[in-house]
């Protein structure tokens, strides 16, 4: 069974050996009070990080059913050198298994003994430092660098938070919004990714080693707020003409506001496991603003008959027509019309006299027959358009 308990000598005053007779029972007492006195006993032990099995590389290689594998049951385990006494232990778990915080090599941890299994809980905040907590800035850590993570600070709290901080720049504060009379009652949860992005606290940094990053919306690489009460998101707009679209201006009480450099929503389509998979919905009980500087593309697959996009009704069968498809049926009627009259009008300007009925005949007989191959190209049905060229076989309108 491992044991990693220490028990250290102290100083005790000696018992005075010169003094002759029977001892009385309460002398005895005092005696074994004082022996037992003369040691501290420490169940958890701090100990130095050497290694941690982060990673499939890190794991040693063991035969499961005659074939070699890692052995991932000593994935997040570390291997520690106790500060008392330099004895080295290998594979202590995490406490627990279900919030890990895996700390590196050089940090401090605090280890302890369960049924025979060691375990280490979460690294030791000696310097105040969310990267690396290890006396001075050289580690033997050969992944994770004090330096190149300097920026990274802890985050600004409020009264009553509860915090959540990475190594890397990110975090998850719950904490809380006062009302009008200053008293904290609304809920706030705060994510935020990436502190390097807000280049003003940069600077400040540089010069205070412990100044923490404040969290705002858009000090972040990428930001979630979900807010109540009076707490309000000052959000930098991607968009020129944000604000005649957002209503209202103020972005108060209950909401959510996401805000990154790209963000993607993608609802797959997995019918082995439910056929039901693969949608996205929204709904508004208001307004469904949607605003862009440069482009707006809906999409269906190409193709594919059966899909469609519907506008204003769901049910809607009354196609779009399109722009190109309307725009040259348009001109090829129009060209037909002009050349039916041109017929008229210059045999009447030659003879000074009526159009003949033969020439009135023959060039409305040419009208119909141009008329009739321009319904026959644009608004007949066809096997790969449901009611002609003329008309979208994909986007219906209400």
């Known amino acids: 069974m491992a044991q990693i308990a220490i028990r250290r000598k102290v100083s005790q005053d000696s018992v005075d050996q010169s003094v002759t007779g029977v001892p009385t029972y309460s002398k005895i007492i005092d005696i074994i009070d004082s022996r037992l006195g003369s040691s501290e006993f420490y169940e958890i032990v701090p100990a130095r990080v050497l290694k941690v099995y982060s990673e499939e590389a890190d794991l040693p290689i063991i035969t499961v059913k005659d074939k070699k594998k890692p052995n991932w049951s000593l994935l997040y385990s570390i291997d520690v050198e106790i500060i008392e006494d330099g004895r080295i232990i290998n594979n202590v778990h995490p406490l627990s298994i279900n919030f890990i915080q895996l700390p590196i090599v050089d940090e401090v941890v605090n280890i302890t003994s369960h049924a025979g299994t060691i375990y280490y809980s979460a690294p030791v905040n000696s310097e ?34 509860t915090i959540l901080q990475g190594k890397f720049g990110q975090h998850i504060t719950f904490s809380g919004f006062p009302d009008d009379t200053g008293q904290y009652v609304s809920p706030l949860i705060l994510i935020g990714s990436n502190q390097f992005y807000d280049r003003n606290q940069l600077i400040g940094k540089y010069g205070d080693i412990h100044m923490p990053h404040v969290h705002n919306i858009n000090s972040f690489g990428s930001a979630i707020e979900i807010s109540s009460g009076n707490y309000m998101t000052m959000i930098e707009p991607a968009f020129t003409d944000f604000e005649n679209l957002l209503k209202p201006l103020k972005l108060g009480g209950d909401q959510i506001v996401v805000n990154s450099d790209r963000i993607i929503v993608n609802a797959k389509r997995d019918t082995a496991r439910n056929t039901q998979s693969g949608d996205i919905h929204f709904f508004a009980g208001r307004n469904v ?26 049910n809607s069968v009354n196609p779009l027509v399109k722009g190109n498809e309307l725009l040259e049926m348009m001109e090829s009627l129009i060209s037909k019309i002009i050349s039916f009259t041109k017929v008229l009008t210059d045999e009447g300007e030659e003879d000074g006299e009526a159009v003949s009925k033969k020439t009135m005949g023959a060039a409305a007989k040419t009208l119909v027959s141009d008329l009739q191959k321009l319904k026959s190209n644009f608004l007949t049905p066809t096997d790969t358009n449901k009611k002609g060229k003329i008309f979208s076989n994909k986007i219906y309108i209400g």
């Open 128 to 161: 105040s430092d969310v990267t690396a907590n290890i006396k001075g800035l050289a580690s033997n850590d050969n992944k994770v660098f004090r330096d190149k993570n300097y920026h990274n600070r802890k985050s600004y709290s409020y009264h009553g938070d």
């Open 289 to 314: 603003n949607i605003g862009a500087t440069e482009e707006i593309n809906l999409e269906i697959t190409p193709g594919d008959n059966t899909s469609k996009i519907t506008l204003a009704d769901a």
